[in-house]
């Protein structure tokens, strides 16, 4: 009996099941478990980094007990080869019974779910339809301040005047308004009382007017165009600039519109990447437009330049074009550097620096490699610094600027570390400290050394803004959170359910309102504002 095959294989007590080498597998997962414990406790790692890496482990300590199971364990052939076919139907029935609905979160892990779920649809598959023929007037709130562009008035990420209340919990933000949104992650510029945003409605990209105080869709601009990815989602990235009564737009697939910002009407329309053969990036084109005196300028796609492009503002013709690198998810950014006016660009493996008048790359400085995608924007300080950060290990350096005898341009490193690597959002500075998420948490680092003061606050890959002393993330879960923006140490100050997907768009500060929006979902809020700030005034539909 003691050698008696049964249909599992050998018994237990024979001699040749005490031969399969367990301690095989039993190391195999020793060693996983470890590795993947050794991975999550190195601070060093960004998330990204530590999951796939983790992952990578998992998968290989599953291909090696299934080698062993195969090849050096003594089970029956039989049973085997039985167990493989199993485990195959089951992979091969898996693959047809589930299919990739986007990411879980930022750390690019795909989401599964049933082939027969249905993806949540936030608005209508056709661009809006039915709005009134005539212009409609919409009066501007009471405390609103111009948000009109990405970033907000400075392109900077620090809004300064507008006197937030510091305690939510006695005085919470007022909901005055909720409604579904097309897809996309874009952010909303506000100017008045109207919210400008892009958005995916079916086959149809859409730059959108909201009317502030109610949501109610003012006009709708539509360009037969889809952008999709399984990473990125589908939808347009980038967010409208509003300047002089027009709304400039770039869309996810290299469309550049300027309308008119009462009406929507085009006044013009450029292909950017079709028009220069230029191949798009991988999650499509994110710059946000920005304005100089005459020109609006994006940045290119995944081809060797142009990197940066400028558009005449009024009529659209090409000014200039320059770069030789790849473009990344980067918006460029007009800044005074060394007494000059300068055009920043942050691109696939160069920091480029032009003249924005001409286009003329006055700087050329290599940073990191081409790998990782950069999103953060270059951050000048005190006229004379310019600092850069990412994620995916990237991490960040400061560089002092300044001419040498024959007139060039160089950046010498003043410091370089790992204690800020922005992944999709920017910092912004507030009182010699930059203040953004650092893989995921909030991180507070002085401008003078780069040393981190405290990081704390686990909020994904979201986004941030700096507003008086106060910081504004938009968690990537979707609540949104108040903090102080104080260096000797973190400090929650409250939150407001607004969103409960995942969320990537940055949050707007219009003065007392509050416009945060993901792929689905779009939630207004009256911020509570301490009485005698430039922002306190009748509340939005009260009585004065």
Known sequence: MANQETGMGLEADSPAARGHRYWIPIGVVLLVTAGIGWVLARPDLDRNIQIWLSLAAGLLGLILILLWFVLLSRFRWRVRLITVAVLALVVVGGRQMVRVDGTVDGRGLPRLVWRWTESPTSVP???????????????????????PQFLGPNRDGAVAGVGLARDWVANPP????RQAIGAGWSAFAVVGGRAYTQEQRGDSECVTAYELLTGRVLWSYANPDRFAQWQAGEGPHATPTVDRGRVYAYGANGHLACLDARTGAKIWARGVLSDHQIKNLEWGTSASPLLTEDDVVVT?????GPTVLAYRRSDGELQWKAGTDRASYSSPVLATLLGRSVLLSFNAATLTIHDPKTGEVLL???????????????VVIEGDRVFVTAGYGMGCEMFQASLDADGKW????????????????SVAVREGHFYGLDD??????????????????????????????????????????????????????????????KTWNYPTVAGRYLLARNDREVVCYELPVEVGSPGHSTPAGAKP
């Open 125 to 147: 598959s056709g661009p809006v339809v039915g709005l009134p023929s005539s212009v409609v007037d919409v009066p501007t709130p009471n405390g609103v301040r111009d948000f």
């Open 410 to 425: 160089r950046l010498a490193s003043l410091w370089k570390n790992s204690r800020m690597k922005a992944q999709f959002n």
């Open 300 to 304: 290119g796609g995944d081809s060797q």
């Open 364 to 378: 050329d400085h290599r940073w990191g490699n081409d790998k990782p995608p950069k999103a953060a924007q270059p």
């Open 174 to 177: 007022r909901e005055l308004w």
């Open 440 to 501: 995921g948490l909030l991180a507070c680092v002085a401008v003078g050394n780069g040393e981190r003061k405290w990081k704390d606050g686990r909020y994904g890959s979201g986004q941030s803004l700096v507003i008086d002393d106060l910081v504004v993330v938009q968690s990537e879960p979707g609540p949104v959170i108040l903090v102080e923006a104080k260096p000797y140490g973190f400090r929650e100050l409250g939150r407001v359910p607004a969103l409960s997907s």
